[in-house]
C-alpha cells in the first residue's frame, strides 16, 4: 500500500510564483524524501530531511516536516517553466524500503 | 561516472512471451530497487536486491516475476508469460546505503531512465 499520498494531484501556477505541494504519510518514518520526475524520465532526488529536523533549504527548494501531524511540505520558489514536472514523496521507516507517495503533477506556464 | 543504466529503454512483447529487463547499477552500489508504474501513477516497490541476494520481494507478483542480482554484471527483472496488464514502466534504482542514518550522508536513491514495456 502507499505510504505516501500528495496533495494537491495536480497543480498549475503562472512562472514566478510559488509551488507549495504536500505529503501525508500513516506510520513513523526515520526519513522522507523529495524526487521529481519529468515525463518519460527517471525520478532525481531533490532533497532528504530526517525525522528529527523540521526543515531543509536547497537553493529555491523549502522542505518541512511535521512529525506529529504526519505530514511534509516542499515549496517551491519562484517557479520556472523547466520546474515543470511530476513531483513525489519517499519514506523510508528503519528498513530498507522506500515508498513513494502518488506525486503532485506541476505545470508551470510562461 | 555513469548513472543507473537500464535497457532496453522499450520493449514490445506480444502476450505469453517472455520480458527481460537489466539494470547496471551506479559504480559502488550494491543495493537495487525495481519499482514498476504505471501512467499518471506513483511508484509501486516490486523488490529489494543486494548482490547475490533477494532481500524483500514482498512487492512482486509471486508467479511469472522473477528477480536477480547475481555478483558479476546487471541485475535482471523478468517476466514470463506477460499479459497486457504488465504493460508499465519499470524503473530500477541504486543506493550506496540500504538507510540513511546520522552517520551516513545519504539514503538517496539513484534511477535509471525506466524500460517501458508493451504487451501487445
Known amino acids: 500500500s502507499q505510504q505516501g499520498e500528495e496533495d494537491p494531484q495536480a497543480l498549475s501556477i503562472q512562472e514566478g510564483e510559488n509551488a507549495t505541494m504536500n505529503c501525508s504519510y500513516k506510520t513513523s518514518i526515520n526519513n522522507l524524501q523529495w524526487y521529481r520526475q519529468n515525463s518519460g524520465r527517471g525520478l532525481v532526488h531533490l532533497i ?15 522542505v518541512t516536516l511535521d512529525t506529529s501531524k504526519k505530514s511534509s511540505s516542499l515549496l517551491i520558489t519562484a517557479s520556472r517553466a523547466a520546474d515543470t514536472a511530476s513531483y513525489f514523496c519517499a519514506t523510508t521507516s528503519g528498513t530498507y524500503k522506500y515508498i513513494f507517495g502518488t506525486g503532485t503533477r506541476l505545470k508551470v506556464l510562461a | 561516472n555513469a548513472g543507473v543504466m537500464q535497457n532496453p529503454r522499450h520493449l514490445v512483447r506480444r502476450r505469453g512471451q517472455e520480458a527481460r529487463l537489466r539494470c547496471s547499477p551506479m559504480k559502488g552500489h ?11 501513477e506513483g511508484l509501486k ?8 541476494n533477494i532481500i524483500d520481494e514482498s512487492g512482486m507478483p509471486k508467479e511469472r516475476f522473477s528477480a536477480e542480482f547475481p555478483k558479476e554484471g546487471p541485475s535482471i527483472l523478468r517476466i514470463q508469460q506477460v499479459v497486457r496488464g504488465d504493460s508499465a514502466a519499470y524503473f530500477c534504482a541504486s543506493s550506496a546505503a540500504a538507510e540513511a542514518t546520522p552517520t551516513r550522508r545519504t539514503g538517496e536513491l539513484f534511477f535509471g531512465e525506466g524500460s517501458r514495456l508493451t504487451v501487445l
Request: no cysteine; proline share 3%.
Open chain 1, 48 to 62: 532528504l530531511i530526517r525525522s528529527n529536523e523540521r526543515e531543509k533549504h536547497s537553493g529555491r527548494l523549502r
Open chain 2, 30 to 40: 550494491s543495493h537495487v530497487y525495481w519499482y514498476r508504474q504505471l501512467p499518471e
Open chain 2, 45 to 52: 516497490f516490486m523488490v529489494y536486491l543486494q548482490k547475490e
